[in-house]
Each structure stands twice: as structure tokens, then as C-alpha cells.
């Protein structure tokens, strides 16, 4: 069994919309790979993360916006034979997002972006926000270059 492209913004939408996390992949100063994992809100086609207002995801950001953001779902062992080691193999749902990070500052904006996120994880998107918090928080948001998409066994 192949694998096969995910061409559909729809099946998109799915495999962004079913994973838990993502993974967002950057490059260091010295060109070493650093990969995080993230909470997100994705709504109408927009991808939005969130941190503190400092570390070292930031201080790359700055030098080099350039992101690969990884999300995956639907795994599921699939056996050919049992006896046979090479016919183990997993089923996947997965899309890989590249392109660049922009921090948002406005404040409605970045309300609008957290209730984003909030609502994926706790199911509404009602909440407020004291001003302390809002400053003491980063959100960003994901412009995309390309997106693809890869399923096997789907």
C-alpha cells in the first residue's frame, strides 16, 4: 500500500482540525533544526500559536520567520502478517504547513486569537482576558507558502 497525497482543503481541514498538538520546526542561527511542540487554534484557514513572551522560539523567530509546522492523527497498527515483521506498518493522516511566523500585538487581536485556541481545547471560545494577561503573552500566527498532505491506509 502507498501512501497518497492529501489535495482536498476539506481532508486539510480534518487532519489539521483532529491533532491534539503540532509541531513547529525552525532554524537556529547556526542552522541546527529546533523542533517544539505547540498548542494551536486553526480557524478559516488560519493558524494561530501561542507562548511566553520570551525564549529561545522567539529570539530564532526574529532572525529567521521561516516555520515547517507538522501536524499528524489517525494512527492505526496495520498487519499484513502477523509472523512477518516487514508487513507491520501505521496507518496516518498527516499535513506539513511551511511558511512564515508573524507576531500579532494588537490586543483585540490577540484575544480573538487565544478565545482561537481556547475553544479547540475547552470547547468554547467565551473568555476573557485581563490586560496583565494579554501583554504577558505572545500569540502568533502561521502565513502559509505551501501546504501538503500525505495518508496511508486512509
Given amino acids: 500500500m502507498k501512501s497518497r497525497l492529501i489535495t482536498s482543503a476539506q481532508e486539510i481541514d480534518e487532519v489539521i ?4 498538538v503540532c509541531h513547529v520546526g525552525m532554524v537556529q542561527e547556526d542552522s541546527v533544526p529546533y523542533v517544539l511542540p505547540f498548542n494551536f487554534g486553526y ?9 511566553g513572551p520570551q525564549g529561545k522560539k522567539i529570539d530564532i523567530w526574529k532572525q ?4 515547517c509546522v507538522a501536524f499528524s492523527t489517525d494512527y492505526q497498527m496495520r498487519i499484513q502478517n502477523e509472523s512477518v515483521a516487514c508487513s507491520y506498518s501505521m496507518r496516518y493522516r498527516s499535513v506539513l504547513v511551511h511558511g512564515n511566523i508573524k507576531q500579532i500585538f ?4 490577540k484575544e480573538r486569537i487565544l478565545n482561537v485556541i481556547m475553544k479547540k481545547y475547552a470547547g468554547r471560545d467565551n ?12 500569540v502568533f500566527e502561521v ?10 491506509g486512509y
Fill in 17 to 20: 482540525n483532529a491533532s491534539v
Fill in 43 to 51: 480557524h478559516g484557514n488560519r493558524l494561530f500559536l501561542h507562548s
Fill in 64 to 67: 529567521n520567520s521561516r516555520v
Fill in 106 to 109: 494588537e490586543m483585540n487581536e
Fill in 127 to 138: 473568555f476573557s482576558y485581563s490586560r496583565p494577561a494579554l501583554e504577558n503573552v505572545s
Fill in 143 to 152: 502565513v502559509p507558502i505551501t501546504i501538503e498532505g500525505r495518508a496511508y
